[in-house]
């Protein structure tokens, strides 16, 4: 979508290692406004497939998560990256390594937020490799969900995540796909 | 306010070691129409302050402020509990204990998205002995931001968080204050 490849022309910046820094409006500081516009364009795609939760996982990803269940009129669930003494009773687990990070992540998520009832819309932030949202897709597959789409602000159409949850049969939006990145240009993927 | 005390009393559990789980609604799964209500009370209470930026805290932290966001107009910036690879430049940290997850965690923002000029409204889902908003505070006098109010979910009002907050004269809006719980029942500190 135009108005997220705008806003990466603007403020986005590359930095070495295929970083694509947008902490001034997506990831760290988040420009809320831009944030409804994200709800808003998964709505008009997804709006139609019966979605009864956005599932999302911690922590930019609830921000994302939050403006478009705002439109879906659903509750959000996120996945926690580290388990808590207060999440207790059973949970779905899956093992994602944050490569941002550098280190394995376990997700968790209570059992008692997602069923086999549930029509699941996942969003993010980012799609890369691709390993936080085939976390998200395993805690699913466990509670017996069904995932009815997918929707990412950035992907890094330079990484296999994206195509690989096409080529699966997945109903991906990336509002944004970036092909090519340097210091001195960024190439979008055209729309299909 | 009365509709945060009434969802405690309808879906709080308490729990051994003055736990009270409002994950179905608040931290887990997050009841964005209730949200939407704690975005509308922090704007109604804090208006006429000048707000220019929401301050929080990853994880369940960022859902309110970008509700509140939604309300002022404002971005919202969060605060990080590890350091990223992603993040350079100059930082502000902070070292807050997490009673929650029983481990010290570093805070850190980005000191370009934090400022002198800045009106700073810091909101939280939870106080209770107040750490986590203590650094966030000790953020904003690192940045030389002024604090025009701080925003709160649920205040354990039986630890010393809130009320040492009061007594250092910053303008605090519990939406309700726990002051007792047990299995059988949740006290509520009435409204001064």
């Given amino acids: 979508m135009k108005f997220m490849e705008d806003r990466i022309l603007k403020d986005g910046q590359v930095r070495p290692g295929n970083i694509l820094k947008v ?42 998560a939050c403006m478009t269940a705002n439109y879906f009129g659903t509750p959000v669930v996120f996945a926690k990256k580290s388990k808590s003494r207060n999440l207790d009773g059973d949970l779905y687990t899956s093992v994602v390594h944050s490569f941002t990070y550098g280190i394995d992540n376990t997700v968790t998520l209570s059992k008692k937020f997602l069923g086999a009832d549930d029509k699941v819309l996942i969003v993010d932030d980012f799609l890369a490799n691709g390993k936080a949202v085939n976390g998200l897709l395993d805690i699913c597959r466990q509670a017996g969900a069904e995932v009815v789409g997918i929707g990412i602000a950035i992907e890094k159409g330079f990484q296999r995540g994206g195509d690989d949850l096409r080529e699966r049969g997945y109903d991906l939006l990336s509002l944004a796909v970036v092909d090519e990145m340097s210091d001195t240009r960024i190439v979008f993927r055209k729309e299909a």
């Fill in 23 to 64: 902490d001034s409006f997506l990831n760290h500081q988040l420009d809320v406004k831009l944030l409804n516009e994200v709800g808003k364009a998964f709505y008009e795609r997804f709006k139609d497939k019966g979605v009864t939760k956005i599932l999302t996982v911690e922590a930019s990803g609830i921000a994302i």
